[in-house]
T-cell receptor, first 118, second 113 residues
Framework: GAVVSQHPSWVICKSGTSVKIECRSLDFQATTMFWYRQFPKQSLMLMATSNEGSKATYEQGVEKDKFLINHASLTLSTLTVTSAHPEDSSFYIC??????????????FGEGSRLTVL | SQKIEQNSEALNIQEGKTATLTCNYTNYSPAYLQWYRQDPGRGPVFLLLIRENEKEKRKERLKVTFDTTLKQSLFHITASQPADSATYLCALDTAQAGTALIFGKGTTLSVSS
C-alpha cells in the first residue's frame, strides 16, 4: 500500500483563492519531504525541501511567499498555493525518503494533486 | 550546467520485444541512479536503484546498467507487455543527506499488442 498519502487528488479553485495540499508519511517519520511540480510532458521540477520544525528550502525561481510550506510534524507537510492564478495550474507531488524499515534508498511519492485555477 | 537527458520523449514497440531507454547526464557525480515508472495522473513509483560501483542490476524483466565513464544508464524491459506502457523516469541521487532526486524528463513507452 501507499506509504505517502497526498490530499486532495484534484482541486479546482477560482483565481485569487488559496489552496492547501497535504502530504502525510504513513507508518514512518519524515524529517524531510520534497515538493515537486510537473507540467504536462515535462520533468518533475523540485520546488522546495520541507524540513520538520524549520523553514523550507526553496529552489531558485520558486516564490516562497506564493508557495507556503509548513512541516509541523514528523508525518505531515503542507503546501499552500496562495492567491492562485491560472499559471499555477499544475500537478504537485510530494515525496519523502523512507526511514526505519522503509529506508531502502527509494524515494516514496504521494499520488499527486492536480490543481486547476479558473 | 548540469543536465539529465532521456534519449527520446516517446518509444513505441511491439509486445514481446525488448524496450531500451537511455539516460545521459552531464556535470553530475551521482552515487546512485534510480528508475521510476509514472502512469498518467499518478505519482512516480520506484523500480530499480543502481550504485556507482555496480555495472548492472536486474529485477524480473527489468535490467539497468550504469556506466559512470560514459555518464549513461540504460534501462531494459524484456518481453514487453502492453501493461508496461507508461512514462519511465531516470533520477540522479548524490546520496547527500536530505537532498532530493533530480529527474530527467522521462520517456513514454507504448507497447502495442
Amino acid at each position: 500500500g501507499a506509504v505517502v498519502s497526498q490530499h486532495p487528488s484534484w482541486v479546482i479553485c477560482k483565481s485569487g483563492t488559496s489552496v492547501k495540499i497535504e502530504c502525510r508519511s504513513l507508518d514512518f517519520q519524515a524529517t524531510t519531504m520534497f515538493w515537486y511540480r510537473q507540467f504536462p510532458k515535462q520533468s518533475l521540477m523540485l520546488m522546495a525541501t520541507s524540513n520538520e520544525g524549520s523553514k523550507a528550502t526553496y529552489e531558485q525561481g520558486v516564490e516562497k511567499d506564493k508557495f507556503l510550506i509548513n512541516h509541523a510534524s514528523l508525518t505531515l507537510s503542507t503546501l499552500t498555493v496562495t492567491s492562485a492564478h491560472p499559471e499555477d495550474s499544475s500537478f504537485y507531488i510530494c515525496s519523502a525518503w523512507g526511514s526505519g524499515p522503509l529506508n531502502t534508498g527509494e524515494l516514496f511519492f504521494g499520488e499527486g494533486s492536480r490543481l486547476t485555477v479558473l | 550546467s548540469q543536465k539529465i537527458e532521456q534519449n527520446s520523449e516517446a518509444l513505441n514497440i511491439q509486445e514481446g520485444k525488448t524496450a531500451t531507454l537511455t539516460c545521459n547526464y552531464t556535470n553530475y557525480s551521482p552515487a546512485y541512479l534510480q528508475w521510476y515508472r509514472q502512469d498518467p495522473g499518478r505519482g512516480p513509483v520506484f523500480l530499480l536503484l543502481i550504485r556507482e560501483n555496480e555495472k548492472e542490476k536486474r529485477k524480473e524483466r527489468l535490467k539497468v546498467t550504469f556506466d559512470t565513464t560514459l555518464k549513461q544508464s540504460l534501462f531494459h524491459i524484456t518481453a514487453s507487455q502492453p501493461a508496461d506502457s507508461a512514462t519511465y523516469l531516470c533520477a540522479l541521487d548524490t546520496a547527500q543527506a536530505g537532498t532530493a532526486l533530480i529527474f530527467g524528463k522521462g520517456t513514454t513507452l507504448s507497447v502495442s499488442s
